[in-house]
């Protein structure tokens, strides 16, 4: 198996940043068949496998605040206001995904990205782990 970690900077504002440059990149070096898995070492953070750039972003942004209000009813209080719902929100949005990679190619579907999601507006820094496997290992 290889493995490598990436840092996302997220900055203060919820977000659905596109990373599917950086797995690309990182399947292509291998040049193989295999099963790339991502995963997101935090507890308020997930991976989305969906359409960017054409306001879907913000449609699950929004959909996310509609589901998971930021204000205080949420027994975890810490933080800024509504810090609890970005707990529950992997429950929903898992921290990991798998995709298929055919000949060093991610097999996405056409208008397929890669996106993690953040709604944590207290921690901009993320880390992303990419972990490519091979029939050889």
Do not use: Y
Not at 31 to 52: C, K, N, Q, R, W
Not at 118 to 133: A, E, G, H, I
């Amino acid at each position: 198996m290889k493995s490598t970690l990436f840092e996302v900077t997220t900055g203060r504002d919820e977000v659905v940043r596109d990373i599917t440059r950086q797995c690309a990149a990182f399947v292509r070096e291998a040049g193989t068949d295999g099963l790339l898995h991502i995963f997101v070492p935090h507890a308020t953070a997930g991976v989305a496998i969906m359409e960017l750039g054409a306001g879907s972003d913000d449609d699950l942004l929004a959909a996310l605040r509609d589901l998971l209000p930021p204000d205080d009813r949420w027994r975890h209080a810490h933080g800024s206001p509504g810090h609890g719902r970005t707990h529950v929100m992997p429950a929903m949005i898992a921290p990991q995904t798998t995709i298929p990679v055919l000949g060093g190619k991610l097999a996405l579907g056409t208008w397929q990205s890669i996106a993690l999601v953040d709604l944590n507006v207290d921690n901009p820094d993320r880390q992303v782990r990419l972990s490519f496997l091979t029939d050889a290992g």
